[in-house]
């Protein structure tokens, strides 16, 4: 897995439901989604997204991450080869489980947003004895 | 044989050529300003822009450390290597999700010009990779003036 070289991927548009209020694309991040006794985590790539740019919402149980971007270019730049668009990142999910909104964690770091979901005392696993019988 | 009245530069390739251009238009105004995507097939995907003295080369390289990343810069060639590491989870993880990647790169970027080697600047910030080279002195764009007869 180690050696494995990586493919370019065209970035995914987010489709439209209602019209933006901040003009340029919308793509959906890349996640990992990974589930632990006590919390579920998700991982975002969202590059260029500075870490005060990140919004996440939580209502009942429809989680939104938003990351909107820095300017891509300076200002008297002009492009002149494009291999990949510029432009903000969102994404929704609906929560399976019950989550401790309390303690919600997010950190952002090199355009990976990283969000540890806690899951509420009475959504947690519980080991299920067979009795012998 | 019927005399075929052809403009000068006629071809079927100039024909094509017009197809071409009228579809990117159409193209670029269904989809937003920007220019046609260029698409190389190798990672990672490349921005080249300018201005009046220098020529910026940006990759998206979310998580990357820039410790794992190797820039070399030949004549007009760049030279990004470097590796994205997906640092495991613990054992009692389980996926819902695995869309991120990780893996080697290795890619080449030819530069729209010759480039000073000894000028040469690259910064990482929100995973975004800028590599910033300086135009040579002589390729510099020089304003001339009109002689008053």
């Known amino acids: ?133 | 044989m019927p005399v075929i009245f052809r403009e000068p530069g006629w071809g079927p390739f100039r024909e094509m050529e017009s197809l071409q251009r009228q579809m990117s238009r159409l193209l670029a105004e269904t989809f937003g300003p920007g220019l046609p995507l260029w698409r190389p097939g190798v990672y990672p995907l490349v921005n080249i822009s300018e201005d009046q003295d220098r020529v910026y080369v940006r990759a998206e390289l979310p998580g990357i450390d820039p410790k794992d990343l190797e820039i070399t810069v030949h004549q007009s060639n760049l030279i990004l290597r470097g590796q994205r590491k997906i640092p495991g989870e613990a054992k009692e993880a389980n996926y819902h999700r695995r869309e991120r990647e990780a893996g080697t790169f290795r890619r080449v970027v030819v530069l729209p010009l010759a480039v000073d080697p000894g000028k040469v600047d690259a910064s990482f910030k929100d995973g975004i990779l800028t590599v910033t080279l300086t135009k040579p002195a002589k390729l510099k764009p020089r304003q001339i003036k009109i002689k008053a007869g």
């Open chain 1, 1 to 133: 897995m180690a050696e494995k070289e990586l493919k370019p991927k065209a970035k995914e548009e987010v489709p439209a439901k209602a019209e933006p209020v901040r003009p340029g694309r919308v793509f959906l991040p890349a996640v990992d989604i990974f589930e632990t006794p006590e919390a579920l985590v998700l991982v975002a790539d969202m590059p260029g997204v500075p870490p005060d740019q990140v919004t996440v919402d939580i209502k009942e149980s429809h989680l939104t991450i938003r990351g909107e971007i820095s300017p891509p270019l300076g200002a008297k730049e002009t492009l002149v080869t494009q291999e990949f668009y510029t432009g903000d990142y969102q994404r929704e999910f609906h929560l399976g489980s019950t989550i401790d909104q309390k303690r919600i964690a997010a950190a952002m770091k090199d355009g990976v947003l990283r969000l540890t979901l806690p899951k509420a005392e009475k959504a947690k696993p519980r080991k299920i004895q067979v009795k012998a019988g």
